[in-house]
Structures are given as structure tokens and as C-alpha cells.
């Protein structure tokens, strides 16, 4: 009788274990997004516990005429598992920009402007892990900047949503 018992904690503590949240230590790669500009955005993940890692965001944009900037993005975020490898996550965090432009005014005259921004972010996507090393992901991300230019080409809110793909380590 104990051999059974011994045997049915085993099994369950074996099954619980294979259901258990892993979040991988780190993960580097790129984070396909197009709603504010940026393009691509270098993407780092640090994994802090089972399931809670930090996410570090770098996007740049520079055209030679008229469009120069650059974001740096920080977000905390919470992972649950939903079925084997697939997860959804959900964050907050912020960042902050710079941006350097020169707009054609009435085909006539140049208008330039300089700003740096903060901003607040948070974060809402699914991901899939698979077997090997790569992280798949798809998220929205509404941001919410703070400026001091009355300037049209930056928003208040600005909603981004992208697809994520990692390289696990």
C-alpha cells in the first residue's frame, strides 16, 4: 500500500511538473511593429521567475531628408501559461524618444522640429514556445506620450501592434 502511494505522488508531482510555466531566461530578436514609425525594434526579454520577465524595446528610424528618431521601451510583464506552448502575457512599463524632422510646408517652406517624449505602455499578446530555441509572439501595445510641442506628427496615443520573434538562451 505505500508503494501505491508513493507511486501516485509521483505520478501526479510528475504531471504537475510537466505543466508547469517556464519562461525562458533570456530571449533576443526583433519585434515587428509599424504603427508609430519605428519599423523593427530590437527586442531583449529577461526572465525574472516563472511567470514574470522584464522586456526592453529599441526602435530607430533615420532617414537621410527628412526623419530622424529613436525609442527605448520598458515594460514589466506577467505570462500564464494557456495550453503547452502557448502562452499570453499581459504588461505595463514606458520609455522615452527622441525625434528630429523636417517637414515640407505648402511645397514652399521647410518646418523643423526637435522633441524628446516620454511615454506609458502597456501590453497585451500571445505567444507560442516552441521546441526549439524560438519564441513567436503577437501583441498590442497603446502608448501614451507626454511632449511639450504642439506639433501635429506627434501623438498623444499612439496603438502599435506587432509580431515578435526570439531567440531563447
Do not use: C
Request: negative net charge; proline residues 2%.
Amino acid at each position: 500500500m505505500k508503494k501505491l502511494i508513493l507511486l501516485a505522488i509521483f505520478v501526479i508531482g510528475a504531471t504537475a511538473a510537466t505543466q508547469a510555466q517556464t519562461i525562458s531566461e533570456n530571449a533576443l530578436g526583433l519585434r515587428f511593429g509599424g504603427g508609430n514609425g519605428y519599423g523593427a525594434e530590437v527586442s531583449y526579454q529577461r526572465g525574472l521567475g516563472d511567470n514574470n520577465r522584464l522586456e526592453f524595446d529599441l526602435g530607430w528610424r533615420n532617414d537621410k531628408n527628412n526623419y530622424d528618431a529613436i525609442k527605448l521601451t520598458g515594460l514589466y510583464q506577467w505570462v500564464w501559461n494557456i495550453e503547452g506552448g502557448f502562452n499570453w502575457y499581459a504588461g505595463l512599463g514606458g520609455g522615452v524618444g527622441s525625434i528630429s524632422a523636417k517637414d515640407n510646408y505648402d511645397n514652399r517652406d521647410y518646418r523643423y522640429y526637435d522633441e524628446t517624449f516620454i511615454f506609458l505602455a502597456g501590453d497585451i499578446g500571445i505567444e507560442y514556445n516552441f521546441d526549439i530555441p524560438l519564441l513567436i509572439s503577437l501583441d498590442f501595445r497603446p502608448e501614451f506620450g507626454f511632449h511639450n510641442n504642439d506639433n501635429d506628427r506627434i501623438d498623444d496615443f499612439s496603438p502599435d501592434i506587432a509580431l515578435g520573434l526570439r531567440y531563447q538562451f
